[in-house]
């Protein structure tokens, strides 16, 4: 069976740091990324890494601040958080694609809160 699991959420000054992990079980992806949703709003893209390295996409709310990056011996996909702000306040969900135009798997969200 196929599952994504992410860890690393928690309550941050703004400002800071934080590190969130997914590890995925059952397969590897050609296509692993970040989305976020934040109370009330619809659900948007934050980044996503194919199997290269140099195919690294960002929302442009993030550029320059966020790092996603992929460990396909471990298969697991991490988002590196910098200088963080209270609009980065949001459930932050794993997603996986087989190669297709679509987001196969969603992990269960993990929650991320910026303070000030």
């Known amino acids: 069976q196929v599952q994504l699991v992410e860890s690393g959420g928690g309550l941050v000054q703004a400002g800071g740091s934080l590190g969130l992990s997914c590890a995925a079980s059952?397969?590897?992806?050609?296509?692993m990324g970040w989305f976020r949703q934040a109370p009330g709003k619809e659900r948007e893209f934050v980044a996503r890494?194919?199997?290269?390295?140099?195919?690294?996409v960002y929302a442009d709310s993030v550029k320059g601040r966020f790092a996603v990056s992929r460990d396909d011996a471990k298969n697991t996909v991490d988002l590196q958080m910098n200088s963080l702000k209270p609009e980065d306040t949001a459930v932050y969900y794993c997603?996986?694609?087989?190669?297709?135009?679509?987001?196969?798997?969603w992990g269960q969200g993990t929650q991320v809160t910026v303070s000030s």
């Open positions: 997603v996986a694609s087989r190669g297709g135009s679509s987001w196969d798997y």
């Open positions: 890494i194919s199997r290269s390295e140099a195919s690294a």
């Open positions: 059952g397969r590897t992806f050609y296509i």
